[in-house]
């Protein structure tokens, strides 16, 4: 049986890359932050091929840990994220820390963990959701286009140095998709925007 890594799974597009996999009868290592939203969605999932780790990936050494505790994927999908948006000089130097080391630093780490083994096996898989923010002026979310913008020449560079390789590096660059991070970051009013 397969294995997937997916970060970020309890909703919007993690989730759908759950529920699509569990589906092709993939075992999923499943992580979010969330405890609520994770049992609703693995709930949801009704799957016995599914491990759920709550962990804060915005934290160094708490990602650390959940890397020790996670065998090889055959597909890691680094999808966790969140919305960070105010005018300049709106947003704590915390808030810019938390919102980089997820959405960047964090998905490097991870990567450069489990990459060197997964090159190991045939045929594995990375994916990175990045945004497409990484290519357009965002104001007043500069933060995390700034963020998003990093990690899309980190994930299109290491997919050229692995072209030789059993291992291959995809970064999405979605637009807005009907997801939690909208409200959750204070821009709830962007989903009446969004064509179902």
Known sequence: MKKALITGFS???GFAYAKYLVKNNWHLDLVSQNIQRSKLALEALNS???SAFFCDLGSPEKLDNLMKE???PDLLIANAGIGINGGVGRNT???IQDATFL???GIIYLIEYFLPKMKEKDSR???IIS???ALIPMPKSSIYAAVKSGIYPYGRSLNEELE??????TVSLPGYVRTNIHKRSGLEHLTKKIPN
């Open 11 to 13: 909703s919007g597009i």
């Open 48 to 50: 016995e091929n599914c």
């Open 70 to 72: 996670i065998s090889t």
């Open 93 to 95: 130097a915390r808030d």
């Open 103 to 105: 959405m960047f630093g």
């Open 125 to 127: 898989r990375v994916v």
């Open 131 to 133: 945004s497409i923010g």
């Open 164 to 169: 030789n390789t059993n291992v291959s590096v």
